[in-house]
């Protein structure tokens, strides 16, 4: 069995992970308003910290400061979306009845497909004129991102039916298929503990079983021949 704790109950971290994944999908699953703070507070958070942490990154390696201006410009963009997304999601908690809404958040959670996209396209304004129009470096895999960004913004634009509610709902779903893995997993990794627990002792009887064995077995005397001595009087002088 492993020294270290972590490593040996980490099972039970799987387990109590996956309780909370299902309380917290059934949670968002039936209950509206703690769904869309839910989506509206993460992605908000997301836009924020993916603004924040790129900005001394982004100033220390492009090259031009055009770039830089076109990636000051972006970042305060998504700083701003980030701010109005965790505004609406505090302000729909808050706030107990529907009418006493205020009219920005009721505006981004009717919007919420159209900011997100809007959120997509100006990374991707942002991406092809740092590194087409200024020649910034990038690679293969970053280009074909940008061109998903595109198809996906303009996918969410054209579902009618895709608002926080719905995205919170399939977010659900996400956590309860991943709670059914981490079961899994956990029983799986309890079974081993439990097998890693008994085996000492299995080996141990083991062991004294066969000491036991070893001194109740007869032991076999071994019987060493002794020549005759030669017999003076058949000695012929």
């Known amino acids: 069995m492993s020294k270290n704790p972590l490593k040996t109950y980490n099972f039970w971290f799987k387990i109590i992970g996956a309780a ?5 999908g059934l949670w968002i699953i039936f209950d509206e308003a703690m769904a ?3 989506v509206l507070m993460a992605t908000g958070l997301v836009a924020g910290i993916f603004a924040i942490i790129r900005f001394i ?13 076109i990636s000051i410009g972006e970042i305060l963009i998504h700083l701003a979306i980030s701010v109005a997304l965790v505004y609406g999601a505090i302000n729909k908690l808050t706030v ?29 304004i942002a991406y092809f004129w740092c590194t087409v129009l200024l020649e910034e470096k990038t690679d293969k895999t ?31 779903v996400i ?22 627990l008994v085996k000492p002792t299995e080996k141990k009887k ?14 076999e005397q071994i019987i060493i021949p002794v020549e005759d001595e030669p017999n003076d009087s ?3 002088n």
């Open 20 to 24: 909370l994944l299902i309380a917290f």
């Open 36 to 38: 869309v703070f839910m």
């Open 57 to 69: 990154p982004l100033m220390k390696t492009l090259k031009t400061k055009r770039a830089r201006l």
């Open 96 to 124: 107990t009845e529907e009418e006493n809404i205020s009219w920005i958040a009721s505006f981004i959670i009717e919007n919420y497909r159209f900011i997100i996209a809007f959120f997509f396209i100006t990374r991707v």
């Open 142 to 172: 970053k280009f074909w991102v940008h061109i998903l960004l595109i198809l996906l913004s303009c996918l969410m634009c054209s579902l009618t039916n895709v608002k926080a509610h719905t995205i919170a709902i399939v977010i659900a």
């Open 175 to 196: 956590a309860l298929v991943c709670s059914l893995g981490l079961i899994v997993d956990g029983a799986v990794g309890y079974g081993r503990y439990r097998k890693a």
């Open 206 to 219: 083991e062991e004294e079983k066969s000491e036991e064995i070893s001194k109740d077995a007869p032991t």
């Open 234 to 236: 058949a000695i012929v």
